[in-house]
């Protein structure tokens, strides 16, 4: 399976089904054949007396066209054929006796014959019946120059939601099709598409690039070759500025972009972002989208939308629908920034910073004893990890050796130092053990700040190295020598018996083959058997040196 | 080029740019290097005094996450890293500083090792400003049974919904935190993809179909063979409910459908119809989406994520937000239906027609006419189409023969008669051209029934073929002989009169080597060049048969 397809036969009364489900929509029953969608809350008798009804529809595979543009402010209702093909006369014209009353009904088309012929001919039986029935035809598309019939496409949107508008303020029906045939004749429509579409059931093609294809798996008008999102959108830019610059039409445009299928949300962000650099924030005022907007199947592809930005456009743009696919008409500005407030805790890392002889001499040894051991931990660390634990810790070391020598750390004040040290570390250190071992320190000079006990502030920061990094002791990590330390230290003992609890817990590590979290856990236990943890060993060696006075 | 992408290494700061063009956020200065953005509107010092921030982020490539769920009841801020990979702290804590205040900053954090740490450490950094600062980690993936740190995916989006919506109500931060951690707890989510992502500037892999993934390409855990979009669906039900059945867990449920990158709109509306049918709507009472809301660059699959609809959840799911990728919640219903109306104009075609013998004589002879001229049209469009113009105007001299001989036609009252004929021609005759004649007819009728001049509907219903079939005289279509004749009629000439002017139309179209519309557009030139257009012929014969009485 390459897509998410049942039966190929199924799919568009399946995704007719779905929108149904989820939205105030109630639909043709299934048995007549027909699928025709209308807003729940529209009585022809009632709305309809002094509200135009606005359907549209045609072949199924654009969607989220035609049913998610139906609620209040937009469609009144939508009539879908099967997949690319134009639904029934029959279809339409019973979607019109459904939904129109005194004050009439749109049909909004786009320029394909099946629907022009179809929808043009449920029209005329419906006038037939002294129904006031009215038609604009959508032809935005500028792919082919001097086109007798250019097709309609992803511009057509946007007369859903003008006449959309325009009834619901309860404009007439004569003036609505004016007004909406005058928005046609101001905007145009272009894409460009990687791929075709492929029908369910079908194996999908690969295309060259084309410029200028239609909704249907039309192929383009030409074959092009940009190397990226920038060359593309200026592929685009090019011919459908110019068609419109031939019909006088010139910026500040509302621009649609509109995703014909699967392109990612990161490939339409790259594509939004150059459209914006390439004509400026002054030129693209309004944005709609970019989203799924009018699509073609699973087509890789995009299409761009301009029309001038005029006051009536964006009034009707901008009036809220309760439509679920409209995406919203978005005005664009350069971003506004601010200074990010990056600044070094300037207090825990000072010049000058009072130095206690004992600390200092304490930290130095720490030091040393990293140093010396850095070796045997890449080694301890090759045998688990990626061979760098020593390594690591010696980046830690020197940090705080560099800043001890320059009096930046205040072996004085502890809470300082922590803080100082929890600094270090998660600048110089690097790695996720410098990141835990700066939250140890950052969280332990917290503590110690507001309770002055270095027992308790120890536990606690290493309580938030559990929390954040995720591990837990006998997952052959730091921990396994940290915990009983500290625990040893909260029992009131002494450095050297802590360093002894430490030591134990590092050489528990050895006999420990099942590794949850930090660097073991993706290494076969049988690998692990008797190799004690470099995180560890380097713990209970920082408290060998602490109580080696 | 296969993806619409500029530089591999400007993919994030060119979405970020373009999101932060369209909604009113600002931005942390580019030189900066960090990638923050915030709500315009807040000011710490402001709402913050009353209202926590909630801030989230996280690896870039899960578009919109995070930056589109930014907006008044929804986030504060977000924080964006490099592709899959985490936002450094300095970033996250700037981020805190910029919008923390009185009533303190939650951060939503999804549970992957590099977020934790920076989000963490920062988060300590921040309390150790004395910002009051809170964290939830969310782990709602049920991939791997009895994992010790399940990752955090799509559910991520309805913390920031619930966290959101209790900022804005003044909630206090350690409530909201607790809230936040209950839902996490109550959630489940698991997806399937068909692909892997493809990192921009690498080349997309097919991957087998894999439940269980990550959103960082992690492998899933199973391979699975799927052969449907239900079986799919199937797949990631049965895990799913299981895992939250362990938990004390039941529906009726939220259900958040989310496509993980590149699927059409097609497959998530067949997988939303496939949710809602194999669980039912009792038990699926609301939907988010389907839409992309935390996707994994181009990964072309879809993850679902349930929570029980507990009045909480709902009111806060259901909250007006500014946020512009939030897509609603929505209340699954099965759809009402309505019984479309299909009725026939019986007037048009009733038993026991009252019949006008000349007339009847008159279409008797155009049927004769049609069925001899069968092989003639067919042998014509086989030079220029399909050659069914023949099968196909005998269908519609048939349809009408059967009528006629069953007294169905009106041949005493023409509106009635034109009427019929346009049913007839539009249910039986098929093609363009069926169409394309029922309008002529219906068109004429209404006009006749208003005005009851006969030359003057024939016209208004030529007027309609062009305007709703596209074609114009010169295109090599019916309207080459019909428009002569029509205007001759209109001149008050005879129907002989009427009969020669189709003829020599019908003639003129074996010298017009450019069609732009019909059967004839898509065929060469050379091709058309002495072969009179099959649908001209067929007109011309009709005028003749009328002409010889």
Chains 1, 2 share one sequence.
């Not at 606005?54 to 469609?75: Q, R, T």
């Not at 039409?249 to 509109?258: E, F, M, Q, R, Y």
């Not at 890449?378 to 390594?391: P, T």
């Not at 040893?488 to 430490?502: D, H, K, T, V």
């Amino acid at each position: 399976m390459d897509r998410f397809y049942n039966a190929p036969g199924d799919v568009v009364d399946e995704i007719l089904h779905a929108a149904a489900a989820t939205a105030p929509l109630r639909v043709a029953e299934p048995d007549s054949g027909l699928r025709i969608l209308i807003r729940k809350d529209w009585n022809k008798t009632d709305q309809g007396r002094h509200q135009v009804a606005v359907l549209s529809g045609g072949g199924a595979g654009h969607e989220p066209a035609h049913a998610g543009y139906i609620g209040e402010g937009m469609l009144t209702g939508a009539i879908s054929g099967s997949l690319f093909a134009s639904p029934s006369v029959e279809a339409v014209l019973a979607a019109i006796r459904e939904v129109c009353g005194d004050a009439g009904c749109l049909l909004v088309v786009k320029n394909y014959t099946g629907d022009r012929l179809n929808f043009g001919l449920a029209a005329e039986r419906a006038r037939g019946e002294s129904l006031n029935v009215a038609m604009v035809i959508v032809a935005d598309d500028v792919a082919i120059e001097n086109a007798p019939q250019p097709r309609g496409i992803a511009g057509t949107v946007l007369v859903h939601k003008l006449a959309g508008y325009l009834a619901s303020q309860g404009t007439p029906l004569d003036e609505i099709r004016e007004r909406a045939e005058a928005l046609c004749q101001r905007m145009g429509s272009l894409g460009m598409a990687l791929s075709a579409a492929a029908q369910p059931g079908q194996a999908a093609t690969q295309r060259s690039p084309e410029l200028g294809l239609g909704i249907h798996n039309e192929t383009g008008t030409r074959q092009v070759d940009p190397k990226s999102a920038d060359e593309a959108m200026a592929l685009v830019l090019e011919p459908l500025r110019n068609a419109l610059s031939d019909r006088q039409l010139s910026g500040p445009w509302i621009a649609l972009l509109n995703d014909l299928g699967s392109c990612s949300t990161q490939e339409m962000g790259v594509l939004a972002a150059s459209l914006l650099r390439q004509l400026g924030f002054d030129q693209v005022m309004y944005l709609i989208g970019p989203a799924p907007l009018m699509t073609s199947l699973d087509m890789h592809g995009f299409s761009l939308t301009l029309l001038p930005a005029d006051d009536e456009s964006v009034t009707a743009l901008s009036a809220p629908t309760t439509a679920p696919a409209w995406p919203g008409l978005r005005a664009t500005q350069a971003p506004t920034q601010f200074s990010p407030d990056t600044h070094q805790d300037h207090e825990a890392l000072a010049d000058d910073a009072p130095q206690d002889e004992k600390t200092s001499a304490a930290l130095e040894r720490v030091i040393d004893a990293l140093r010396q051991a850095r070796e045997e931990l890449d080694a301890l660390d090759a045998k688990s990890g990626d061979g760098d634990a020593g390594a690591s810790m010696q980046s830690g070391a020197d940090a705080i050796a560099k800043a001890l020598a320059a009096r930046r750390l205040n072996t004085e004040a502890l809470p300082l130092m922590f803080a100082g040290i929890g600094q270090l570390l998660s600048r110089d250190m690097g790695g996720s053990s410098g990141v835990l071992l700066s939250i140890l320190f950052t969280a332990a000079a917290a503590s110690l700040d507001r309770r002055g006990k270095l027992d308790e502030a120890l536990n606690a920061g290493v309580e938030k190295m559990q929390a954040y990094g995720g591990a837990q002791p006998g997952d052959r990590t730091m921990l396994d020598a940290l915990v009983p330390a500290i625990e040893s230290l909260q029992r009131g003992e002494s450095l050297a018996q802590a360093a002894r609890a430490a030591r134990d817990g590092a050489q528990a590590t050895a006999q420990l083959v099942r590794a949850n979290a930090g660097r073991s856990a993706y290494v076969p236990e049988s690998a692990l058997k008797g190799v004690v943890d470099p995180g560890a060993e380097a713990v209970a060696r920082v408290f060998e040196a602490l109580a080696n006075e």
